[in-house]
Structure formats: C-alpha cells, structure tokens
C-alpha cells in the first residue's frame, strides 16, 4: 500500500483566537501570558507565521504592541513541516498513520534520547498541519529493529487498536539468522521471563513467566546465515530474538542474545508485512515493506 497517501486536512479545525492588548509591551511575553504553552511552542507559533498583529502577520518575538491592537494566532494553518528522518510514510489518513521506520531510530523517548523518535518527528509533522494535532502510538518496534509501525490520531483510536491488536491478521517479520536453520518451519513455544538487566529469557518451566508462541518459514539460506519469515502469535518483549537464540540461531547482528558474526552494523530483524482492519470503517488494510537488501545478499 506504499504511495497511497491522502493529504491530510487537519482533522481538528479551529477558529482563529483573537485577543485584545491592554497594555504596552513585547509580544513575546504578552503571547506566553495568553497561550499558555512554553516558550519554545510560543517562539514555533511565530516562526510558522501563525501570528498577526492587526491583521499583519508577525514573525519578531519583540514587536511592540499597544492597548487597543489585536493579536490574532492562527491555529488553522498547513505548514511545512521538517523533514522525517529515518522514516517514510505508507499511508495516512485523519485516523492512523502507517509507517516504515528505519533501523536504530528509537519509537519513543528515552532516558538518553528525546528527540530524534518516530514518535516526536511525527507528532512534529501532524502539528505542521494544525497545531493542536496529536499522534499516539499503536505498538512499538525495538530501537534496531526496521519496518512498518502504526500510529493513531487519537487517544480513542489508539485505545481501539490496542484492544484489537491481538486479533490482528497477518503481523510478519523478516530476519536474518546465524548458521544453517536444518528445520524448513516450525513453531517455538515458551514461557518468557526479564531479568533485573532488562534482558529477556525462556524458563525452564512450563507456566513460570508470559507464554510466547513463535512460528516460522525458511526463505533462503547457506552454510553462515539464514533468512527466515516470522509470524507471531503472541507479541512478548524481545520475543523473537529470545526464540531465535534458543534453537541456537540468533538474530545476525543481535550481541545481546548471543551472535557471533560482528560485521553486521544492525540487528537483522524487519518488521515485514501487517494485516489489519481500519479502525473506522473496518476496510481490510494490508501494508508490506521491502525485504531489506543486505539480509538477502547474506542468505544468497
């Protein structure tokens, strides 16, 4: 479904605010006073030229303003937003937002990294068409790990979703593994536990953590690496990479569960294919994503 992108038109349409100057003074404080957002947002409001100072549209945070003039802010406005970064989009409409995230750009903020997420880019860019635009996130994809994501327009939608997710149709993953998988497909199943270092393991013992079901395809492979397809039926933390490194194949690239191989600069794990229904209208909605090249090249 790439390429199919409808123009969003800002599906939260507001009134310009206008409001009255009382006294003399700039109007980067008199904004701050009024709208009630931090500086930054404030200082964004001007530089997007979302604010008129009788009806002249004003960029300079320290114009003067005089009692009687009117300072109009502009919330209605389709601006240029910056550029994604490691992300493309697949598809967007006023409910969701399907992407492709590229490898080592995080889902969402963490303690070392705020800014540069999937999810404050887009949240950037659905401002850009009206400033009181918000995005929510449907599921996360780890750090390293490329491929299409979901994101709602709103808390109602996400909640929805979220609901449904595990009666999602088709969630298929593409990953390169060390070695020479002998089994064609197969299906691991086990009981999934975290250490105190965050790092995800099975139990040795049945019904001991969260139950974690794993199928998957041999594609193609040689003697060093395998490319395999991946579907689940269960989504755990770390899921697949856990499996993968139990049947002694880890994920290429993967150091925390256990590969060997160290000239691969990712994890080698591609969120592939996603089959859902349209959280409004319920259309079946199926979007797949490239195999990346350098599994492929490696499994040849």
């Not at 479904?1 to 009255?20: C, D, E, L, Q, T």
């Not at 859902?276 to 199926?286: A, D, I, K, Q, S």
């Amino acid at each position: 479904m790439k390429n199919k992108r409808p123009r969003s038109r800002g599906f939260r349409p507001a009134k310009p605010k206008v409001y009255k100057v009382t006294e003399t003074e700039e109007l980067l404080p008199f904004l701050l006073k009024v709208v009630g957002k931090s500086r930054n947002s404030v200082k964004s409001i001007l530089a997007r030229g979302q604010v008129s100072i009788d009806g002249r549209v004003s960029t300079q945070f320290n114009d003067k303003l005089k009692p009687g003039q009117e300072v109009t802010i502009r919330t209605d406005m389709v601006t240029e937003a910056a550029p994604l970064q490691g992300i493309t989009i697949m598809y967007e409409d006023d409910t969701i937002i399907v992407i492709e995230k590229a490898s080592g750009l995080l889902s969402i903020a963490s303690d070392n990294e705020k800014a540069n997420t999937a999810y404050r880019q887009l949240s950037d860019y659905v401002k850009a068409q009206h400033s009181d635009n918000k995005i929510f996130v449907v599921h996360r994809l780890d750090r390293d790990t490329s491929g299409v994501m979901v994101f709602a327009r709103s808390e109602k939608i996400k909640q929805r979703m979220q609901e449904s997710w595990k009666t999602t149709k088709e969630r298929a993953y593409v990953a390169l593994v060390e070695g020479d998988v002998s089994k064609s497909e197969g299906t691991i199943t086990s009981w999934l536990k975290e250490t105190s270092t965050h790092k995800m393991y099975s139990s040795k013992y049945e019904n001991d953590g969260l139950k974690a079901v794993t199928h998957y395809q041999v594609l193609q492979g040689n003697k060093d690496f395998t490319l395999m397809e991946i579907s689940l039926e269960t989504g755990r933390k770390n899921q697949i990479r856990v499996h993968m490194s139990d049947i002694g194949h880890p994920i290429a690239g993967d150091k925390k569960y256990g590969a060997q191989d160290r000239s691969m600069k990712r994890l080698c794990l591609h969120a592939r294919k996603l089959n859902f229904e349209h959280p409004v209208n319920g259309m079946p909605l199926r979007f797949v994503s490239d195999i990346p090249k350098l599994f492929t090249s490696k499994s040849r």
